[in-house]
T-cell receptor, first 111, second 116 residues
Framework: DAKTTQPPSMDCAEGRAANLPCNHS???????VYWYRQIHSQGPQYIIH???NNETNEMASLIITEDRKSSTLILPHATLRDTAVYYC????????????FGQGTELSVKP | DTEVTQTPKHLVMGMTNKKSLKCEQH?????MYWYKQKAKKPPELMFV???????INESVPSRFSPECPNSSLLNLHLHALQPEDSALYLC???????????????FGPGTRLTVL
């Protein structure tokens, strides 16, 4: 079973920051948090991952709470092309790289 | 370059047909994966190949037969499928199998399979 819970849907105005929350209260100390997104009928696209520290790349920022029980993905200036299902995944250790996807958050960016 | 290619994009087959899906990557990755995704559901792992050897089979029915001829290529052979096997089949690859934080998976665009 997936170790994460996410809201099923969110809306965001174009040009504003999109903040997508994820709860992973049973995460273990050496398990990474990964974020992917899937635009309709395409393959999932890797966004970012982290262990303890906050991370930033050209696509997004990942904020992980100090107790690591939750995280937030931030898209700083959402565009219509960011409309997608966003998956927060805790990568389970010692399972050969297995990713267990939860239900994800359907983000709709509106003009 | 993080490209994983899959062919064909679409496939329609009858229940008695034999067909194959193909996945290719040229990133030097040593792990490759097959996932199945039904409509409006998240992807579910089917198989993992690590250094060209099958390392995980998620109790997938034998009508799905994976093959990894070399480190760049992954096939999924299909035989005697059922209509409920209709789905998007996704391939992914990662650099170092099972290495924490170093095995980011990159996905291909998928093959949309319809079984009649």
């Amino acid at each position: 079973d997936a170790k994460t819970t996410q809201p099923p849907s969110m809306d965001c105005a174009e040009g504003r920051a999109a903040n997508l929350p994820c709860n992973h209260s049973t995460i273990s100390g050496n398990e990474y948090v990964y974020w992917y997104r899937q635009i309709h009928s395409q393959g999932p696209q890797y966004i970012i991952h982290g262990l303890k520290n906050n991370e930033t790349n050209e696509m997004a920022s990942l904020i992980i709470t100090e107790d690591r029980k939750s995280s937030t993905l931030i898209l700083p200036h959402a565009t219509l092309r960011d409309t997608a299902v966003y998956y927060c995944i805790v990568r389970v250790e010692n399972q050969g790289g297995k990713l267990i996807f939860g239900q994800g958050t359907e983000l709709s960016v509106k003009p | 370059d993080t490209e994983v290619t899959q062919t064909p994009k679409h496939l329609v087959m009858g229940m008695t047909n034999k067909k194959s899906l193909k996945c290719e990557q040229h990133m030097g990755h040593r792990a490759m994966y097959w996932y199945k995704q039904k409509a409006k559901k998240p992807p579910e792992l089917m198989f993992v190949y690590s250094y060209e050897k099958l390392s995980i089979n998620e109790s997938v029915p034998s009508r799905f037969s994976p093959e990894c001829p070399n480190s760049s290529l992954l096939n999924l052979h299909l035989h005697a499928l059922q209509p409920e096997d209709s789905a998007l089949y996704l391939c992914a690859s990662s650099q170092t199998p099972g290495a924490s934080g170093l095995d980011t998976q990159y996905f291909g665009p998928g093959t949309r399979l319809t079984v009649l």
